[in-house]
């Protein structure tokens, strides 16, 4: 569901056994939790694919209202939903600092029921950008658009580092369905195809 001013997707990925992660919850946290509860399942997560306001403004109201729901963010970016002094949290209300998050890092696995959802660090419009990998799909928040990529001239952003990430996307084996924060889903054979800076990173 795109939530929030900047159209952010936030994603509901639900198990056979009923339990679900929330991935990237920007916005109205009731009308997230009115969709949960309609479909009658148990939040156990919140993944932050980073730490950028309009990727976290429901976390901590998601996580106060269900019980148990813990927070993983990329270790690099907790400074960024901590700190008042980074892009402005602050001034957005409490609601935007998040403590007591826990680190996730390159390779670490999250079991949701039947799934095991792959943490993949992909650094490059944050420092500790994560992309979730699992059951044929990628959550990869800004670091792969549909034809795009995010942008790297913000707190922790690089454009070399993010090269090196969309190589590591693009390697990685078989045609993902690419669900991004931002805009439609893509797959990754068209991104490998099409996608100008896939290309730019593959010829290094």
């Given amino acids: 569901m ?12 639900e198990s056979d056994s009923g339990e679900c992660a929330i991935i990237d919850p920007r916005a109205h946290a009731q009308k997230i939790a009115d969709e949960i509860e309609y479909r009658k399942i148990t939040p156990r997560y919140i993944l932050l694919t980073h730490g950028h306001y309009d990727h ?3 976390a901590k109201m ?10 993983h963010i990329g270790e690099p970016d907790i400074e960024m939903i901590t700190s008042s002094d ?5 001034a957005r209300g409490e609601d935007y600092i998040i403590d007591n998050s826990l680190a996730v890092n390159d390779g670490d696995e999250i079991t949701l029921g039947e799934l095991t959802i792959k943490a993949v660090a992909t650094p490059g419009h944050t420092k500790g950008g994560i992309c979730y990998v699992t059951d044929g799909v990628i959550f990869s928040g800004d670091t ?7 942008r790297c001239d913000l707190y922790g952003g690089d454009y070399k580092v993010m090269l090196k990430s969309l190589k590591k ?8 369905t690419v669900f ?8 990754l054979d ?15």
């Fill in 86 to 90: 980074l892009l402005g949290i602050a």
């Fill in 56 to 58: 976290i403004g429901a």
């Fill in 2 to 13: 795109p939530l929030g001013a900047l159209g952010t997707n936030c994603y509901i990925l």
């Fill in 190 to 204: 068209h991104e490998r195809r099409t996608n100008q800076y896939i290309n730019e990173a593959l010829r290094d």
């Fill in 169 to 176: 996307l693009a390697s990685l084996p078989g045609n993902y």
């Fill in 180 to 187: 991004p924060g931002h805009g439609d889903a893509t797959n």
């Fill in 144 to 150: 792969l658009f549909n034809g795009d990529i995010g």
């Fill in 62 to 71: 998601l996580r106060n209202q269900f019980a148990g729901v813990d927070i």
